[in-house]
Nanobody
Framework: DLVESGGGLVQAGGSLRLSCVAS????????MGWFRQAPGKEREGISS????????VYADSVKGRFTISRDNAKNTQYLQMNSLKPEDTAVYYC????????????????WGQGTQVTVSS
């Protein structure tokens, strides 16, 4: 299972930190990713981190504002979101997969239930 937390309502320019706790899978062996889906839009891959915690990728839409990280000892990954914009409003999903580093959703095997992030202007 993957369980996200940390979502909420924040004003534009503010910050949030999302967490995703994994259970029932060998967390340290999995590439982890963050995705989001806004109403009426397709799911967007926004960041991924490799199992060794030494490589990351970001979508252009969040590069420089969001930071992905993981703690293999705690089976947890994080997404620090700074300088939030109204267009960042979406449901954010955590995902795990035995994949190459990247944000191709179809490659990921496990998904969380999502956490809502709402950014007001």
């Amino acid at each position: 299972d993957l369980v996200e937390s940390g979502g909420g309502l924040v004003q534009a320019g503010g910050s949030l930190r999302l967490s995703c706790v994994a259970s029932g899978l060998p967390f340290k062996d999995y590439v982890m990713g963050w995705f989001r889906q806004a109403p009426g839009k397709e799911r967007e891959g926004i960041s991924s981190i490799n199992s060794d915690d030494d490589a990351t990728v970001y979508a252009d839409s969040v590069k420089g504002r969001f930071t992905i990280s993981r703690d293999n000892a705690k089976n947890t990954q994080y997404l620090q979101m700074n300088s939030l914009k109204p267009e960042d409003t979406a449901v954010y999903y955590c995902a795990a997969g035995r994949v190459s580093l990247g944000t191709r959703a179809y490659e990921y095997d496990y998904w969380g239930q999502g956490t809502q992030v709402t950014v007001s202007s």
